[in-house]
């Protein structure tokens, strides 16, 4: 009873901030630009995707993906049937001067890395709550081109939330700009796996944050499944592939804290 009424309280917050947060927006806007996506993947890569039957309807959902390039936001937005939010971090210090316009065109609540970001989380549960998509990538940023353990927030909307979790595997995309120079089209391969979800959590402390590690780690599990084996890395059942990974988890930059 105590848990029904907590779930109650927080459903009726969240609704009551979800007008500053509307679901969807920028509807003309965002239309131009996934327009944009699906003619430039199919004049600059070799595009294969696979799993779209795997697509569920008509609920909230958080979309999760590896991160291994900063193409992989776009590759969402080529692939998704419905309009996408995003969380995402506040920079992008590896993507090039002549791309940072487009995640501000399209619009998305940044994460200040390091911070608690509690406007991101705010404006995700509001999104969530109106039945909205979310696209995140729990490794928080990418750096590396193995798969590295997640951060917390992914885990943390699942719970909070009751959303389900659509999983997706993303390969060859650091590879689309390389080839390009040379003349020559990338081989990209989208892999949509299945829904899965919800997930729980109970009590406080110590206890509730390895349950929300745990999730975190199933999470990328689910990804690992959808990408080659020796992309991995942390999540690899070869331990030559884990050792490899290790180190891949720190963060190389650092973000402004949160305003």
Known sequence: MGDLRARSRKDRAV??????????????????????AHVAFAVLT???ITGQENFPKGSALLVVANHFSFIDPVAMVRVAPWPLEFVGGFQTPN????VTWIPKVWGYYPVFRGTGSRYALRAAEAVLAQDGVLGIF?????WATVLRPP???AAFLAVRTGAPILPMGFDGLPDVFPRLRKGR?????IRIGQPFGPF??????????QQLEAIG???MRRIAELIPPERRGHYSDDPAIRAAAQGTEIYPWADAPEG
Request: glycine share 8%.
């Open 185 to 189: 089209r990338a081989r990209v391969t």
């Open 151 to 153: 951060r917390p927030g």
């Open 46 to 48: 070799d595009l294969q």
């Open 200 to 209: 729980h959590a109970t009590g406080r402390g110590r206890a509730r944050r």
């Open 138 to 142: 729990p490794e928080a940023g990418s």
């Open 217 to 219: 780690h199933e999470i």
């Open 95 to 98: 993507a090039p001067a002549s």
């Open 15 to 36: 609704k009551k901030i979800a007008p500053r947060f509307p679901y969807p927006r920028r509807r003309l806007v965002r239309a131009v630009l996934q327009r944009l």
